[in-house]
């Protein structure tokens, strides 16, 4: 089994910065690319960033320069860092892991969700 649990989401003013947490736990052998994606009322999920094993990164164009991603493999964990928030950024942000388990399954796992809302 296999868990991925979100932290740090919450209400924030425009220009305000909040970072995300997800952090993965089970039967987990080896975690490869990391990624953060999120989905706004009434649009389609967008890939927000992501992280590959040897820690290369890539980002959406709307967030190049204010959000950083990073990742913990020690603690099989992945950070979003979000800073110069915008109104436009509100939206439900999931994490997705790929991974492999003990049993020998490789596939993506998603995380339950964190809102994040930037309003004044």
């Known amino acids: 089994q296999v868990q991925l649990v979100e932290s740090g989401g919450g209400l924030v003013q425009p220009g305000g910065s909040l970072r995300l947490s997800c952090a993965a736990s089970g039967s987990i052998r080896s975690i490869y690319a990391m990624g953060w994606y999120r989905q706004a009322p009434g649009k389609q999920r967008e890939r927000v960033a992501s992280i590959a094993t040897g820690g290369n990164t890539e980002y959406a164009v709307s967030v190049k320069g204010r959000f950083t991603i990073s990742r913990d493999n020690a603690k099989n964990t992945m950070y979003l860092q979000m800073n110069s928030l915008k109104p436009e950024d509100t939206a439900v942000y999931y994490c997705?892991?790929?991974?492999?388990?003990?049993?020998?399954?490789?596939?993506?796992?998603w995380g339950q969700g964190t809102q994040v809302t930037v309003s004044s």
């Open positions: 997705n892991i790929d991974l492999k388990t003990y049993g020998g399954t490789r596939n993506d796992y």
